[in-house]
């Protein structure tokens, strides 16, 4: 492997922060939030006792400040897995590479990422208003065909690729190799699941405006396979965390349930009561 870094390929800024996230790594927490929406930033960073960093560039805003004492950041990721592949890897980059020498360091450095979105059900008895955590995630977005592979198998993911049948879409499966700590952070969460996360919000997700959808059936078939509800990220960040050694946890809001056709009345309020639920849980 070439030690030494292009400068085409990691990419500095003038400040020598990286590219897109515009961070330096000591604007960098160790505990990282990630959330989609960049308005969320500032409606989480409002509970810390101290912001002391603010930056941002393009959809990526990042407050670091602490948190009942405690050092922690919040960014926003905007939506989509093509996202997440900037953040992932320049997180890693803020921590595993010498930005000034452009080289590994020799030390490896996990990151604790907890992603706090929002989600549509696809299991009807999936009430919105709800906390769903997951354990194993679909990714039907095709982000981690470019990297290389890593089998994981269990019987979910066996039984889902045994049975899924839209041949053009090539899934991968991963899974929260923080299972066994969710319990410390997510015990009482209301429900636990399976996400599937998509490159879309329409089609990708069964919604049909003008256009159909690859399938009448999709939600139930994907119900029927496992999945409990649908999103845009959390794929490609379980699936980088496990490729680059940092632990990830996903918790949703569930704001849509798409087999009853219902949203949440008032998605502002779902969204604080989830920054609180999150926030009074990572941090106690
Ligand atoms: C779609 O409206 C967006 O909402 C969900 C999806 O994953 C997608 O990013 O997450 P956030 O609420 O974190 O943005
Ligand atoms: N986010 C999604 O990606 N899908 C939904 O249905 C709701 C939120």
Redesign the pocket.
């Known amino acids: 492997m070439i030690n030494k870094l292009a400068d085409s390929e990691l990419v500095l800024n003038d400040d020598g922060s990286v590219y897109h996230l515009n961070l330096l790594p000591e604007d960098l927490a160790d505990k990282v939030l990630l959330?989609?929406?960049p308005d969320r930033v500032p409606k989480v960073s409002k509970y810390f006792d101290t912001i002391d960093i603010k930056k941002n560039k393009r959809e990526f805003y990042t407050h670091t400040g602490t948190l009942r004492g405690e050092r922690i950041t919040v960014m926003s990721t905007g939506?989509?897995t093509e996202n997440i592949d900037i953040v992932m890897n320049e997180l890693d980059a803020l921590v595993n590479i010498d930005l000034k020498e452009k080289e590994f360091k020799k030390e490896h450095k996990s990151l604790e990422l907890f992603r706090m979105?929002?989600?549509g059900s696809v299991n009807p008895d999936i009430e919105v208003n709800n906390m769903l955590v997951t354990e194993n995630v679909v990714g039907l977005d095709g982000l981690l065909h470019f990297y290389q592979d890593y089998k994981f198998e269990n019987e979910f993911s066996k039984n889902f690729l045994e049975k899924f049948p839209y041949e053009k879409i090539k899934p991968m499966l991963y899974f929260s190799d923080w299972a066994e700590d969710i319990a410390d952070y997510y015990a009482d969460a209301k429900y636990r699941g399976n996400t599937a996360t998509f490159p879309g919000?329409y089609a990708p997700q069964g919604r049909q405006l003008r256009l159909k959808a690859l399938d009448d059936k999709f939600l139930e078939t994907l119900n029927n396979l496992g999945v409990s509800n649908f999103?845009?990220?959390t794929s490609a960040i379980y699936g980088l965390s496990k490729l680059l050694g940092h632990k990830a946890i996903t918790v949703?809001c569930v704001i849509a349930n798409r087999r009853r056709g219902e949203f949440a009345s008032d998605h502002h309020a779902s969204e604080k009561m989830m920054i609180e639920w999150v926030l009074d849980r990572i941090i106690k």
Do not use: A, S, W
């Open positions: 959330v989609g929406d939506i989509g979105g929002t989600c919000f999103e845009m990220e949703n």
